[in-house]
């Protein structure tokens, strides 16, 4: 009965996820990798969710996979730096790199995160630019630090994303000195749990004209229960 009570809760637990990414319009590649669903049963969901006049489009083939969009210009970065905060603030991010990011950091737990983490960015953003889809791959990407990586400024705390093959150093969008690379550490789990967005709505914090989330705000943060 206990056995039964928990795999029903687990299922449960997928096709809330499940239905939060389809309300983001994710694709279904995404949706199976992070509630592990089988295509039918995300077909069924669409199915019955489409039909009842959700306006969700459906979004079919590869996600993206590009890390120059996140790079190609100020505004973007902004974009990045904020998003990049939230996911860190929230625990999306890993305490240490994941060198097979993709296929490790999906998951129905952590999946929950991402989607707080983005309808957090989508509410704190004046103009947001970032779909789900690249939200999707901009936590792979920082995850796994090959493409992307996460730079904190020793001036002011602020967070920015960079691409670690440029040839130039990163600048803060905060204050303009250098962001030096910032190395995952791990760390206690913060003694204040997070704040829950569904819950409280205004625990949410401002994000600053830098789009950084704030001072205190980084992978430093991270909850150590939601590790690698
Ligand atoms: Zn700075």
Same mark, same amino acid.
């Given at each position: 009965?206990?056995?039964?009570?928990?795999?029903?809760?687990?299922?449960?637990?997928?096709?809330?996820?499940?239905?939060?990414?389809?309300?983001?319009?994710?694709?279904?590649q995404?949706?199976?990798?992070?509630?592990?669903?089988?295509?039918?049963?995300?077909?069924?969901?669409?199915?019955?969710?489409v039909?009842?006049?959700?306006?969700?489009?459906?979004?079919?083939?590869?996600?993206?996979?590009?890390?120059?969009?996140?790079?190609?210009?100020?505004?973007m970065?902004?974009?990045?730096?904020?998003?990049?905060?939230?996911?860190?603030?929230?625990?999306? /991010?890993?305490?240490? @790199?994941? &060198?097979?990011?993709?296929?490790?950091l999906? $998951?129905? =737990?952590r999946?929950?995160?991402?989607? *707080?983490?983005?309808?957090?960015?989508?509410?704190?953003?004046?103009?947001?630019?970032?779909?789900?889809?690249?939200?999707?791959?901009?936590?792979?990407?920082?995850?796994?630090?090959?493409?992307l990586?996460?730079?904190?400024?020793?001036?002011?705390?602020?967070?920015?994303?960079?691409?670690?093959i440029?040839?130039?150093?990163?600048?803060?969008?905060?204050?303009?000195?250098?962001?030096?690379?910032t190395?995952?550490?791990?760390?206690?789990?913060?003694?204040?749990?997070?704040?829950? /967005?569904?819950?409280? @709505?205004? &625990?949410?914090?401002?994000?600053?004209?830098? $789009?950084? =989330?704030?001072?205190?705000?980084?992978? *430093?943060?991270?909850?150590?229960?939601?590790?690698?």
């Amino acid at each position: 009965m206990r056995l039964t009570d928990d795999r029903y809760s687990r299922d449960r637990l997928r096709l809330d996820l499940a239905l939060r990414l389809i309300q983001h319009e994710a694709r279904t590649q995404t949706i199976r990798r992070w509630t592990g669903l089988t295509d039918d049963r995300i077909r069924k969901l669409y199915r019955s969710y489409v039909s009842a006049g959700a306006g969700v489009r459906r979004h079919r083939g590869k996600s993206p996979r590009q890390a120059e969009f996140f790079m190609r210009s100020r505004p973007m970065q902004r974009d990045t730096s904020a998003l990049a905060s939230i996911l860190s603030m929230f625990g999306v /991010l890993p305490q240490a @790199p994941m &060198a097979d990011a993709a296929r490790i950091l999906p $998951g129905v =737990a952590r999946g929950e995160l991402l989607c *707080d983490a983005f309808e957090t960015y989508q509410r704190v953003t004046p103009r947001p630019q970032i779909t789900f889809e690249h939200a999707v791959y901009l936590a792979t990407a920082l995850a796994s630090g090959a493409e992307l990586q996460v730079h904190r400024c020793r001036h002011c705390e602020g967070l920015g994303v960079a691409d670690p093959i440029a040839l130039r150093t990163p600048e803060c969008l905060a204050c303009g000195r250098p962001l030096r690379l910032t190395a995952y550490r791990a760390a206690p789990a913060p003694a204040v749990p997070l704040p829950s /967005l569904r819950a409280n @709505p205004a &625990a949410v914090p401002r994000v600053g004209r830098t $789009g950084a =989330a704030g001072p205190k705000v980084g992978a *430093d943060r991270i909850p150590s229960s939601l590790g690698p």
